[in-house]
């Protein structure tokens, strides 16, 4: 695993997951039992994480910790 920052693109609360467009051009799915802190994410927020190798190639971010919100 290898450490990460992006920002939230979309995060659907009633099921739990989103996406973040990584700094590194890569597109990582996270859940809501990942994110470290609290459970409450919305698009736009700055988020730094570590990358996990997921099924079918999808990369999962794992220890997600709010940075900063982006506008």
């Known amino acids: 695993m290898s450490g990460s920052a992006g920002v939230v693109r979309w995060f659907n609360q009633v099921?739990?997951?989103g996406y973040i467009?990584?700094?590194d051009g890569r597109e990582a799915r996270v859940r809501?039992?990942?994110i470290e802190?609290?459970?409450f994410v919305t698009e736009g927020l700055r988020v730094t994480y570590e990358?996990?190798?997921g099924a079918?190639?999808?990369l999962g971010a794992v220890r997600v910790q709010i940075a900063e919100h982006v506008h």
């Open 56 to 58: 079918a190639d999808e």
């Open 51 to 53: 990358v996990r190798e």
């Open 37 to 39: 802190g609290g459970t």
């Open 21 to 23: 467009d990584g700094d």
């Open 15 to 17: 099921r739990g997951y």
């Open 32 to 34: 809501r039992e990942d």
